[in-house]
């Protein structure tokens, strides 16, 4: 096995490796909707799911990442030194898209030894994400724990970044960040004025306005103010992003 490079292989002891698990808040309301009125829900989770799943295949033929999807959870895990890319690329893949239908995500991002190959995943890294996500989280966040921090000193500064800290401390992946456009060195792209190189998804972020705003209009309709505060955290983080670029002309979500 190529500890270096983070390779495991079918059968062998692992080593370490970074690990996210992933909930998707409101599945049981998503399958019922699913299966009712909204049949195109079931198009749309299973390509946010294939998204995530082809990014592993297609880059990482030695099983340096690997996706494991069941039930309502995600498990996502990279080895190497750089693994918290690979992680939270993927991550922010999966996350993104569901946002653009008003479908939130909750989870946790750890390290430690855990075996992921052929669909088969456990270890000391997969509980600790979970313990995140079950125990920390609490509302539509990905919480990164403190552990894998010192590792995510190469990620770029972009205007929307990719990780931030909430109130209570806690860093926690910025899903927005999926809606920021790098541009290729040669185009030089910038369609943000000062911001180079790079441009925001203006459709992206159109899109992941209208699915928050179904999403509390649902939240609301059935009387949870659990459901709702979830609702309104991301809304928040929302409204914060697009307050950075008053250009891209989109309105803040009203949470009154």
């Known amino acids: 096995m190529n500890i270096q490079a983070g390779q495991i292989k079918p059968g062998e002891f692992p080593t370490d490796r970074f690990v996210a ?3 998707i808040l409101g599945f049981r ?3 019922g909707r ?9 198009t749309t989770l299973l390509n946010a799911l294939e998204l995530t799943k082809g990014m592993a295949g297609h880059v ?11 039930s309502d959870s995600v498990v996502i895990s990279e080895g190497g030194p750089f693994g918290t890319a690979g992680v939270l690329a993927t991550v922010m893949v999966l996350a993104g898209e569901l946002l ?3 479908i939130l995500c909750r989870g946790g991002i750890a390290v430690g030894r855990t ?3 052929n669909g088969v995943v456990f270890g000391e890294g997969l509980l600790r994400a979970y313990d995140l996500e079950r125990t920390v989280a609490n509302t539509a966040r990905i919480v990164v724990d403190d552990h ?3 590792s995510i000193f190469f990620l770029i500064d972009d205007p929307i970044p990719h990780l931030k800290r909430d109130q209570d401390g806690r860093l926690v992946v910025n899903v927005f960040n999926y809606f920021w456009e790098a541009a290729e060195i040669e185009t030089q792209k910038g369609d943000v004025g000062e911001y180079l190189p790079g441009a925001v998804d203006v459709v992206g972020l159109s899109q992941a306005r209208q699915g928050l705003e179904a999403a509390l209009r649902r939240a609301r309709s059935v009387g949870r103010t659990d459901i709702v505060e979830k609702v309104v955290w991301i809304i928040n983080e929302f409204n914060e992003t697009i307050d950075a670029f008053p250009d891209i002309q989109i309105p803040p979500i009203d949470v009154e």
């Not at 699913?34 to 079931?42: A, G, I, K, V, W």
């Not at 033929?61 to 069941?70: I, L």
């Open 60 to 70: 990482d033929p030695q099983n340096v990442r690997a996706v494991t999807a069941f």
């Open 21 to 23: 698990f992933i909930d």
């Open 34 to 42: 699913m299966f009712s009125d909204e049949p195109s829900l079931f």
């Open 100 to 102: 653009k239908k008003g």
């Open 29 to 31: 309301d998503l399958i």
């Open 115 to 117: 075996y992921h190959a």
């Open 148 to 150: 894998v921090a010192p």
